[in-house]
């Protein structure tokens, strides 16, 4: 099974700014586990999961930031109350619904 590892984050030598390629570790489960979605078609290759993955993470913090400078320039922040309430209604845990900044 091939995973495509150098179809799409490997650009052509004087290709400009393009991806470059970086080192990732994954557990091998997790490797395991894309690999089969992309044997399924859950996905191109290894590597457009891990850059979709990433870009979704990006995402959510850009937002996540952009959410909390309201907050801060609003000069106040939402209640427990409606904290639990939206985490709930997001699915996620006190941990996961918060950003790395």
Do not use: C
């Given at each position: ?15 400009g700014a ?15 586990q894309i ?67």
């Amino acid at each position: 099974m091939t995973d495509r590892a150098n179809s799409s984050l490997n650009p052509p030598a004087g290709a400009g700014a393009g991806p470059t390629r970086p080192s990732v570790t994954l557990s091998g489960s997790q490797l395991e586990q894309i690999r089969r979605l992309v044997a399924v078609g859950r996905a191109s290759s290894v590597d457009e999961y891990v850059a979709a993955a990433v870009a979704e993470r990006l995402e959510r913090d850009r937002s996540l930031s952009e959410l909390q400078d309201l907050f801060e320039r609003k000069g106040s922040a939402p209640s427990a109350e409606h904290l639990a309430w939206a985490r709930e209604k997001l699915g996620v845990d006190d941990k996961e619904g918060e950003a790395d900044t």
